[in-house]
């Protein structure tokens, strides 16, 4: 994966429960796992064919490098990129490491409706 791709700035983001808010109301409540460059690419084509079979509501692929954190991310963690000042949060699918020789993870993501 050439360094170039990854110039995306995502952060992935663990559950850490449920809070209250003033009102008495639960809420979701996120920390920041970590952040990591990327590459984003739009679902088109025969890949996004491919990928719509398997996740009907699929938006991008994300392709991270891979590492120690990486390798830990789960479907129950969500991803933010801000794009051109506007936050974008998106749900992760089961990620991927497609050749199995630990070089990257992929990230089929949906974005969340506001």
């Known amino acids: ?66 590492d120690a954190k990486t390798a830990l991310i789960t479907p129950r963690m969500r991803l933010q990129q801000t794009i051109e000042g506007v936050v974008h949060t998106f749900d992760i699918h089961p990620p991927l490491d497609p050749d199995g020789r630990r070089r990257e993870i992929q990230l089929v993501v949906t974005e969340r409706a506001l």
Do not use: N
């Open 1 to 66: 994966m050439r360094a170039g791709t990854l110039r995306h700035r995502v952060t992935i983001q663990q559950d850490s429960g449920t809070a209250k808010d003033g009102k008495g109301q639960p809420t979701e409540s996120w920390t920041t796992f970590c952040q990591r460059a990327a590459a984003r690419r739009a679902l088109q084509g025969r890949e996004g064919d491919v990928i719509r079979q398997r996740y009907a509501d699929a938006d991008y692929l994300y392709l991270l490098r891979y």
